[in-house]
């Protein structure tokens, strides 16, 4: 077994290798930088896109028309039955009063039709209810159907089918970007520090011949890789973080899509900091630490 | 001690290395190893190292059974023995000490001891002035010694000197084999490896030559500085 002393030593060694080799590492560094921000910022646009999505759904509601002459009992029993439903949300009374007064609202102009009427409100009361899972909606709208008293169900079913579709799209242009980046970043990785190594063949090729273990010789290169993985998560980190910061300015300012869609659907990089900051940091020296030490495998076969 | 026993190597490539060879180097014996270029010396030395390990025959090497050591214990094999490099393969990003501290740091030695010996071992190639020097401000010769103090830092049973005159000057090649000579003085085994016959005549001992993978010769002569 190792001593404490002697893993102080190798991870020493580690440290200073980052600078004595600082050309090889400042290479790795500036691979790791771009994997990094590339497969980060890749990720934080699919999750946005998602998270907007996500919110043009929860918008979308059901609205269960009742029949006109229920009574206040059999409207408590069918809210009841509603909330006991395990894909919905929830569920809001509108009486036909509160939609009379809101159409004389929206529709001022006709307010002599309106007042033809007098008190006879044509309209029938209605829940409105959301729905947890969209994808399910069909199936939820035909248990709603088999309760009584239902008059009249109102789905965007055309709507939510599109956004079905495209989130599936999303979904699978996504990945297959983002894994494609990943072993893209793999393999220049893997290069960058298959070079640095190159360039230190002779020392590990005299620690081979001093009688060095496995081991030993790589614990440095292990730490050196972590280290500039680390920096490099980092630095990727307050990139993401300015440049994060900035569109979503630009976007919810300069922008009024985003007032349609609903800026609440924008993912802010406050609420995401801590995730991004560990995700980059601890993928950097994952993705830097193994990187140098299978690199070395090929070196220690003396 | 080294001793083989009926060996033979034969690369992947159908070359035969070495044919049938036997020999035995005692104990604290200085031996020359000479012979053309392909003759099979380097497969010796890394038949030695267990960088190779031997088509049929046995290898015994400081008490070690290379064909039956794992190659997990390997490097213990390795830290019972110095290697001096032809091109003297130091560190450049290290000091002369780093150089030589490097060693006993790979074996794990207590840092006690590794301050004690290393200015010690450096002292005994004459280059304590020069302990903060790197490689690159050395010359040829000062630099084939802290190789020398490298391999002899950990006080190995056996040192194998690989053309260690190669690179450097002829006449600081008496200098290192004095060295080397020096060390066996001590006890320590030395194998050199050298197709420099100017010297082997100088110093005589031990001459093992390696023609075409079989030893061809293996006597003691005198040298030349025996009869001065």
Redesign the interface.
């Known amino acids: 077994m190792?001593?404490l002393?002697?893993i102080r030593?190798l991870v020493n060694q580690g440290v200073e290798n980052v600078w004595?080799n600082r050309m090889m590492a400042f290479a790795s560094f500036c691979v790791l930088l771009v994997s990094i921000l590339l497969v980060g910022i890749s990720v934080l646009f699919y999750v946005n896109i998602n998270s907007i999505i996500g919110g043009i759904e929860s918008k979308n509601e059901i609205v269960v028309f009742l029949d006109k002459d229920i009574t206040k009992e059999e409207t408590d029993d069918v809210e009841a039955k509603l909330k006991q439903m395990d894909n919905i949300n929830s569920v809001e009374f509108y009486s036909r009063e509160e939609a009379y007064d809101s159409m004389q609202q929206s529709m001022e102009e006709y307010a002599e039709v309106f007042k033809s009427l007098g008190d006879d409100n044509p309209l029938i009361d209605s829940f409105r209810v959301s729905i947890k899972d969209i994808t399910k909606i069909s199936e939820t709208i035909s248990l709603i159907d088999e309760l009584d008293h239902i008059f009249k169900i109102r789905a965007p079913l055309d709507f939510v089918n599109i956004l079905t579709e495209m989130r599936k799209i999303v979904t699978v242009i996504a990945t297959a970007i983002i894994i494609a980046l990943a072993i893209v970043s793999m393999v220049i990785i893997s290069n960058t520090t298959k070079a640095s190594v190159f360039a230190r063949r002779?020392?590990i090729?005299?620690?081979?011949?001093?009688?060095?273990?496995n081991a030993?010789i790589r614990v440095p290169f292990f730490v050196e890789g972590m280290i500039t993985g680390i920096i490099a998560g980092g630095f990727a980190t307050i990139i993401t973080w300015l440049g994060y910061d900035a569109v979503v300015d630009l976007l919810t300012n300069e922008v009024n899509i985003l007032n349609i869609i609903g800026v609440g659907s924008i993912i802010s990089f406050d609420s995401i900091a801590w995730k991004v900051t560990g995700t980059y940091i601890l993928s950097g020296a994952l993705v830097g630490a193994i990187g140098s030490v299978i690199s070395t495998r090929k070196h220690l076969n003396? | 001690m080294v001793e083989l026993k009926n060996v033979s190597v034969t690369y992947n490539t159908g070359v035969d290395a070495l044919n049938n060879v036997s020999l035995k180097i005692n104990d604290g014996e200085f031996a020359f190893v000479v012979g053309s270029s392909g003759a099979g010396k380097s497969t010796l030395i890394k038949l030695i190292?267990k960088?190779i390990d031997a088509t049929s025959g046995v290898v015994m090497v400081n008490g070690y059974n290379l064909s039956r050591l794992k190659k997990k214990k390997?490097?213990?094999?390795?830290?019972t023995?110095g290697?001096v490099f032809q091109n003297f393969?130091l560190?450049p990003?290290m000091t002369v000490y780093e150089n030589v501290a490097?060693?006993l740091?790979?074996?794990?030695a207590?840092?006690k001891y590794i301050r004690k010996r290393v200015p010690y071992v450096i002292s005994l190639v004459g280059l304590q002035d020069k302990s903060n020097a790197y490689p690159n401000e050395l010359s040829g010769g000062e630099q084939q010694r802290v190789a020398i103090a490298?391999a002899l830092v950990?006080d190995p049973q056996l040192i194998i000197a690989d053309e260690p005159t190669g690179n450097i000057d002829p006449e600081l090649s008496y200098e290192i084999v004095e060295l080397l000579k020096g060390i066996n003085d001590c006890g320590t085994t030395i194998l050199m490896v050298t197709h420099e016959h100017d010297l082997v005549r100088h110093f005589g001992g031990r001459i093992i030559n390696i023609n075409s993978g079989s030893i061809v010769f293996d006597e003691v002569i005198g040298g030349a500085n025996d009869e001065a």
């Open positions: 190792m001593k002393s002697g030593y004595k002779n020392e090729s005299i620690m081979k011949y001093v009688g060095a273990t030993f003396v | 190292l960088e390997i490097p213990e094999l390795r830290r023995i290697f393969r560190i990003t490097f060693v740091r790979v074996i794990d207590p840092r490298r950990n």
